[in-house]
Structures are given as structure tokens and as C-alpha cells.
């Protein structure tokens, strides 16, 4: 198959990271090794346990070595990924485990450490939401790591391999400490066979600018050593040896791209105000913190979602009261952050952590989920909460609180933030005493009691992900239903400006940070609207300051009365596109259907 050499063969992946790279393929292979079953006697297994320890040991220096090795303050900010890792490895994750297989089963440590990654593999995999499944990655990071120690005493890297210059490296997979180290060499690109959007390693690409797809198939099987290649990080598009006319092309993209970047990266300085001074805050939504530095970069004033749940995952006990303060410590200090929302547990039901023990449920949907398990569970959500507390001493944090649907999951919380105060005050440990509480309008019963619930809490945020599944009944992970998501249904807009009058008649303030928020297209109804804040996607910033600096308030307000006259979402879409295209025909097309 290698042997073939293709012409302008297009690969379809997914694009992780924006950009174009071209050049060189440089090819990381690295085989899988086999795994070959050692039965050994009682005398020798502590020496095998002796083993698998010092190959724990090796694996954390090596990890360390990567870090030291790192010249670049700004790349080694993200070095807290590799962190994670050597985390996973001193806490005895999976290593209390593999010793037990070696003694129980009197087998080599290879053998047990397979049996062991391989069992907890297909519980990650089994599981239907993509985010949690991809945290597989890093046990199988950590796996390849060890195993590699344990059959051939060290572990080849990126750098150790060959100098590559400039290069596209193609590999089957590569892990987060790789693709630090990619930036480092200086490598344009990269593609690989396996990955997803939330993967740990396009969430560094992402924050280290290197155009990427992943999940580009058999890909590594498919190029050579210096074929030549295209990453297009925008399309998820991989073109391997491209004619000369496409190669053209692909580099006057590029050369476009790199303006429009330039053309941001200018924009996210400017405030985000419309022409006639109706200023709406753009946050920037989050999963990790080492997404921190492209928020401020693409210009968010603060973030309006950070999404906890990574912080339980790939884990085997639950993170500790002083585990959260330190990470929400690190974004209540970061200077450039005028606020930050953190959202508290949105786990359960589809979505799975092993050591929270939950039952089986057949809509988990709308089962025990987000505030509904932490009130059930109250020492994991005590932990959260006496966390976040302690880090509002140095910083503007918030709280937010996910899927409430009525008053007493409130009145709950304030109780147990009542008591974790009480606790941290008779430790005399500082706390922001005022800091705001917040619930996410997401259960269409929220929007219907919004001028109660306002009283209650310092400030709303629309999740319109969920609220649009609920109240359109469309399972969002559902594709064959897909088409029913309609954020300018006559019923949505509706919520949305209730939801708005309520917050605003009782002097509070309401974010978005559904996805319908980060969309340019629905800025004008928003702004006529009057969220006072929308937060997406950091990306996404420059261009949703762009369409609100080119609005006029008085307009949006007009737009949205003929958008509350038409009955459909159809008619709403063609009305709003007929109106971007024309105020901003460079960001939009022309609608067809006229
Ligand atoms: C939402 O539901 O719109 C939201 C922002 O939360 P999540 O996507 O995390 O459920
Ligand atoms: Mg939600």
C-alpha cells in the first residue's frame, strides 16, 4: 500500500485547528507493540513489581525531562497537560491495580499493565458522549509511555527522532507532550489517524496555532516520507501531493487566512460596542485552563462558561477541595480575565466519571444530572463550591449553576454555599463573601418562572444547547433529528426575550453561552434583544466584535420586531441572512431563496 504513490488524493478528517500548513510529510511511526503474556514464579514477583515501579518512576522523569526542555515561556504555559499526566502516574491511577494483577495473577508487568488499561479502555469507550470518550486518550498516552519503558527502557520522542525542518508530521496518534514538542521543532502541521475535537492534543494545537486534522482515517498508511501535503485545518481537509494549480490555490488560502488573522487579532482589541454605543460584553467559553491565553489574545473580556467536568475525568478518586482551589486559583489571578463564571458539575446521565457511583438510566437526558446529583451527592458538590470560594480571594469569580429547573434547586444551593461558607469562615480562610450566584436557563420551566427565579440569584446564563433540545424535544447527540435545531423558532426567541425582560426588570444581568451566542448570524437578534453578555468559542471572538461594532442598536430593535412577526424559523433565517448579507457582504452570502 505505501508504495503507491498518490496524486491530489483528498483525505476528509476533522479540522481541529485553524490554518493551512504545506510542505513535507514527515512520518511518526511508531508500532504497536505486542504484548506477550509471562506467567512467573511467586519468588519473582516482587521483582516484577519492582519493575512496573520503576518504569512509573522512568516514565515521570521522562515527562519532567519534556518539561525542563521546553525554552519558550509561552509553550511551556501549556505544559500543564504533561502535568496532568505525571498527575495521573503519582497517583498511584492505574498502578495499584497493575501491581495487584502481577500478584494475584503472578504475570509480567506488561501483561498486567495491558489487562488493566484495556479493562478501563472499554468502559471510556463505551460511553456515547464523545468529550468524555476522547479522555481515553490520555490513559492510553500514559499506557504507550510504560510499555515502552518496560520492553525497550525508553521512550522515543518527537525530538529524539529525527530533525525534522519544517515538516507536516503524519502519525497514527500523537499525545499532548508531542505536539508541545512539534511546536518546538518548528513543524508547520500535523495530521493523524485518530483524535476528536476535544482530544487533549487538538486542544494544544489549538492553543499553540498549528494548523491540524485529526481522525484523517488510515492516513499515516497512506503518505510516504517528503511526500508533499496540504493541511487544511479550517475544512478538516488533507491533500497529499498536490498538482501544482491546487498547491497555488491552497497558498493564496493561506495568504487570505493570514490577513483575515492579522484583521482580527486587530478587531479583538476594539471594544464591542455597536455604532450607536449599545456595548454587549463577548466572554469566551472554556474547558481547560490552558485555553486561558487565546481568550485574552482573541480578545474576550472574560469568560462566561468554563466548563469543569475535564477536571474529574481521568481520574480514579474525585478532585479535593484543595485540587479545585489551586486550578480556579490559576484563572482568578490571570490579570486579563475581568470576570470569570465557573460553572459547577454538569456530569451524569450520559455522561460518566467511574468513581461517581450511578445508576443506569434510560432518558439520561433528563435524568440525574448537573445540580440534581450534586445536591444528591453534597460532599462532592461542598468540595467544588469550598474550592471555587477559597479562589474568589483572588480574583472575579463567579458561580454558576447548570440544568436548574425550579426554586428549591436553588434555595438547595444557597443552603450548601451557606454551610460551606460557615466552614471556611470557622477555618478563618478568605473568601469573597459577595460573590455572585448564577443560574444557567437551560429547562424551558426556568424561562417560564424567570421573573422568580431573578429575584433569587445574581445573574442568568442562556444555555441554549439545552434549551433548545428541550423545548423542540430534539436530542441534541440525535443527527437524524439535527434539522430541528432552530435557534429563530418563534418559541426560542420567545423564551429568550421573556427570560431578558424578567432578569432586567429585577436589576439583573443575562449571558449566553449556548452556541447560538457565538454564531455571527444571530448577533443583531441578541443585541436587539439585549443580552448583556455573549460568550462562545475564543475563536469566534474578533469576528462577533466585527458584526457588533458594524450594528446600530436602533436597527437590531426594528430587525427583531419583523423577526417576531414571521411564524416560522424558515421565514425568520431568510429575513435575518437577506440582512447580513447586506450589511456585511463580505461575511455572508446572499440567500438564494428569496
Ligand atoms: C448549553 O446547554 O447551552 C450549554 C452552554 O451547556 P452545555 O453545552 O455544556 O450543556
Ligand atoms: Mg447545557
Redesign the pocket.
Known sequence: MKEETFTNKIIKGIGVSSGIATGSVYLLERGKIPVIKRNIKAEQIEKEVNRFRNAVRDAIGELNAIKQSIPDDEVRRHSFIIDAHILMLQDDFFSRDVVNVIRKDNVNAEWALDMVVSKFMSSFEAIEDLYFRERAQDLKYIYDRLMRILVKGKSPTVETKKKAERGIIVAHDLSPADTIQLNLNKISGFVTDVGGRTSHTSIVARALEIPAVVGAGNISSLVKNNDRIIVDGDEGIVIINPTPEVHKEYISKQLRLKNIKKEFLRIAKLKSETKDGFMVKVGA?IELIAEMDIVKKYGAQGIG?Y?TEYIYLSRKTLPTEIEHFHIYKKLAENKNLDYVTI?TL?IGGDKFVSHIEMAKEINPAMGLRAIRLCIKETDLFKSQLKGILRASAYGPLKILI?MVSGIEEIKKTKEILKECMEELEHKKIDFNKNIELGI?I?VPSTCMISDILAKEVDFF???????I?YTLAIDRINEYVSYLYEPLHPAVLRMIKHVVEAAHANGIEVAM????AGEALYIPVLIGLRLDELSMNPYSVPKAKKIVRGLEHAYCKDLLYELFRQDSHKKSETLLRKEMARLFPDDFIKCIEE
Not at 446564563?461 to 434549551?467: A, M, Q, R
Not at 453561552?513 to 447560538?516: D, H, K, L, W
Open positions: 467559553n462558561l466548563r460553572r454538569d447548570p444557567m437551560e446564563s442562556i444555555g441554549t444547547n439545552d434549551l433540545q453561552c449556548g452556541e447560538m
